[in-house]
């Protein structure tokens, strides 16, 4: 199946519905159908339709390929069996001995995948708080080959100039990657603002609705995106066509769902503040957030993750308002219709030492909410019932 062209002069919601797919070529079919086959009847030995064996290509993965292109304003699109799987196929991209500066605010599973999978192959990494480019700038060494960027961060809601990295990379030849997970693509477009490589779990906001796990990857460099297309085949790290089928439906909606998860999270982050329980509220489209100005700059609203902690900072006082929750369910994971809410301390960070996590602000108390595309008026009276403690 040839790509269809990118509509030209599209804006963002037109691409997230035509962007790089058509029609099946076959049937006229105007959902793309689930290609559900590993294999492809070849006209004589060596001679195909460009479809040989499913690891390499199928149809279903190709449309939902071209549709990311289109939607993060890049040349290639490539998708893989979860975030961390386009993680992991991105860093095989270095040679041992390289190093990855990354954000000290990273994902866990990021953290994990360079510290305990890539080290003992030689892939060092080291983590600096990127907030400060010029702190960025002293940091990068003789072996640094890659930036890892990650904005907004998780759970404290960083952010992090991505402009001011991307250009950092470029003047000392570094390969500067984007997870873009907690924006998605309506929100943020890092290749726009200069990066080489957007990187999304596609299992939170792309596919939108928690019923899949992917990962996805978006480039202009054609060189870079033939390794990666390489390497895509060649470890195999493939989503099954029926999980594209699913991103592919997710996307339709992108712009719709995300809009309004952040203007939910605008109310809530409004009765937060109000809350007498309250001590503080992290988000970045506060002004008095640290960086709401390159926030600003870089994104077009201020996202659906918002975290809060206690004046009674204590676990226990945190369960009870998780607890308390009908309408936010307590669980991993961000980025779906429904609402969650999680408590970082002991869920997605426990392992970080408890001095460490306080450093950054991650205090006992602290509850992380993903926000969801309920009703508005429902999630505001469900969280202030909540926190009747
Ligand atoms: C979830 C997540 C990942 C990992 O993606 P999986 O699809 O779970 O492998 C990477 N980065 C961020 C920011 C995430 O939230």
Not at 282 to 288: D, E, R, S
Request: with cysteine.
């Amino acid at each position: 199946m040839p790509p269809v062209p990118t509509p030209k002069n599209a804006n963002f919601a037109t691409q997230c519905i035509h962007g790089g797919i058509g029609p099946d070529p076959l049937t006229g079919a105007v959902m793309t159908p689930i290609y559900q086959t590993s294999t492809y009847a070849q006209e004589a030995p060596g001679k195909n339709k460009g479809y040989a064996y499913a690891r390499t290509a199928n149809p279903t993965r190709t449309a939902l390929q071209n549709n990311l292109a289109a939607i993060e304003g890049g040349a290639f699109g490539i998708c893989f069996s979860s975030g961390l799987a386009a993680m992991d196929n991105v860093l095989r991209l270095l040679q041992p001995g390289d190093e990855v500066l990354a954000s000290d605010d990273l994902y866990g599973g990021s953290y994990r995948l360079l510290t305990t999978v890539f080290a003992p192959f030689g892939i060092k990494s080291r983590f600096i708080d990127m907030r400060d480019p010029a702190k960025v700038e002293q940091a990068i060494g003789k072996d640094t080959k890659m930036l890892w960027i990650e904005t907004p961060t998780n759970p404290m809601l960083n952010i992090v100039d991505i402009a001011a990295l991307a250009a950092l990379a470029k003047d000392h030849g570094l390969l500067s990657v984007v997870d873009n997970t907690f924006a998605s693509p309506y929100l943020q477009q890092p290749l726009a603002l200069g990066a080489d490589i957007s990187l999304h779990s596609a299992t939170k906001y792309l596919g939108g609705h928690s019923d899949v796990v992917m990962g996805a990857v978006v480039l202009n460099d054609e060189a870079v995106a033939k390794k990666l297309y390489f390497l895509q085949n060649a470890a195999g790290a493939i989503p099954g066509p029926q999980d594209c089928f699913l991103v592919l439906r997710g996307i339709k909606t992108l712009h719709l769902r995300v809009q309004r998860s952040c203007e939910n999270a605008r109310h809530i982050v409004k009765v937060l503040q109000e809350n007498e329980l309250v001590a503080n509220v992290y988000y970045p489209g506060l002004a008095n957030h640290p960086r709401h100005d390159i926030a600003k700059k870089q994104m077009r609203d201020f996202g659906a993750m918002v975290s809060f902690d206690l004046k009674e900072d204590t676990l226990e006082a945190a369960t009870q308002v998780m607890k308390n929750a009908h309408y936010f369910t307590l669980a991993e994971s961000l980025g779906g219709v429904e609402s969650l809410i999680g408590h970082p301390a002991s869920m997605t960070h426990a392992s970080v030492p408890r001095a460490q996590r306080l450093r950054v602000g991650l205090t006992d108390s602290l509850i992380r909410l993903s926000v969801g595309v309920e009703d508005g008026e429902d999630l505001v009276r469900d969280l202030t019932q909540a926190l009747e403690i």
